[in-house]
């Protein structure tokens, strides 16, 4: 909790500021014409504003998922010791590799570790991109 709860707290903003200009940009006409076709309060927000706000989702999701692969600060800072050892219960990745090329001198299993972590983002990414390839599509 000590990493999440900084982490939510430093990107809860800008998700609120962005998801609050995309839902200015959804057109009043399309919530008459649901309204008019008798669409309930919720039918209009599944049918009419979620698919309008997929797009601003997906990259929002892009965003937070590689904030949060390359998250190295939170974490340095309230465990760091020195060293980038934030202990057992708050190791992550980034600062593992940290730890081990610049505090242990492994260049070697960090370079390794480091593409490794590279080709698991590149297939992250791969993925996000086939799941919101139509979001993403100019219209």
Partial sequence: MAIVVPTVWRSWPFVMVTYLAALQTVPQELYEAAKVDG???????????????????????LYGLLGTMYSFNIVYMMFGHGAGYPGEWGDLLMTNLFRNTFGLWNFGLGAAASTLYMLLSLGLILFWYRVFREDLRAR
């Fill in 39 to 61: 669409a309930t309060p919720w039918q209009r927000f599944r049918f009419v504003t979620w698919p309008m706000l997929r797009p601003v989702t997906a990259v929002l999701l």
